[in-house]
């Protein structure tokens, strides 16, 4: 248990679905993160919060959408999204400053796109 | 952007056996990270350095930061089954990019 939680753990969505991606942090931390994992490819940053404000965005399709109410809440709201979109998404949270580094993930969504 | 190699992609071990794997970078960072991915799980921190030259250590893990600070090593001694996963490096230069990570070494011990 990291402490931060995500849900649902698996999705099946069509291309013309429109979901959300759930993720809340009990660690009191104050930054948030949504990283795409695909097979045999880095981490990809996808969003960073910092004080529920975005400071980052690396030119993820406007297809994913971000939302932070709050610093302990992060959504991630998907709509006509493509079969290459498939792949584990996972949120992460870390304090600020010096310990930015240190994230803690939540288990991930197992995203399928259809 | 900034890449990571990370290698060995794969390692195929007997238990009890000492691993080691490592990440070079053609950027200098000024922290390394190493992260291990259960299957089905999230990436959990195993060790952070922040020091050209730092040895740490997490029990039977050993990372250390490179002195050229564009690499780093992990290593497992006397390895067991729950060893097995997926083992991440990961890189910060201290910027907005924030870190930069391998593709991952995929440990599996062989009965």
Not at chain 1, 50 to 61: A, C, G, I, K, M
Request: glycine share 10%; hydrophobic share 35%.
């Amino acid at each position: 248990e990291t402490g931060v939680t995500q849900t649902p753990r698996h999705l099946v969505m069509g291309m013309t679905n429109k979901k959300s991606l759930k993720c809340e942090q009990h660690l009191g931390h104050n930054a948030m993160y949504w990283y795409k994992q695909s097979a045999k490819k880095p981490l990809e940053l996808m969003f960073v919060y910092s004080l529920e404000e975005r400071v980052e965005n690396n030119s993820v399709p406007s297809r994913f959408s971000p939302e932070c109410p709050n610093s302990s809440h992060l959504f991630l709201h998907l709509h006509t999204l493509q079969p290459e979109d498939s792949a584990l998404y996972l949120c992460a949270s870390s304090l600020g400053g010096r310990g930015r580094e240190k994230l803690f993930f939540g288990s991930g969504t197992q995203l399928s796109v259809l | 952007g900034q890449q990571l190699n990370q290698s060995p992609q794969s390692m195929f071990i007997q238990e009890g056996e000492d691993v080691s794997m490592n990440c070079t970078s053609s950027s200098i960072f000024n922290t390394w990270l190493w992260y291990k991915q259960d299957p089905g799980e999230g990436p959990v921190l195993l060790i952070a350095l922040y020091k050209a030259g730092e040895l740490t250590s997490n029990g039977r893990l050993t990372a250390q930061f490179g002195i050229t600070r564009k690499d780093s090593f992990l290593n497992i001694s006397a390895s067991i089954p729950s060893d097995v996963g997926i083992y991440f490096c990961a890189g910060s230069g201290g910027g907005a990019d924030g870190l930069t990570f391998g593709k991952g070494t995929h440990l599996i011990i062989q009965p």
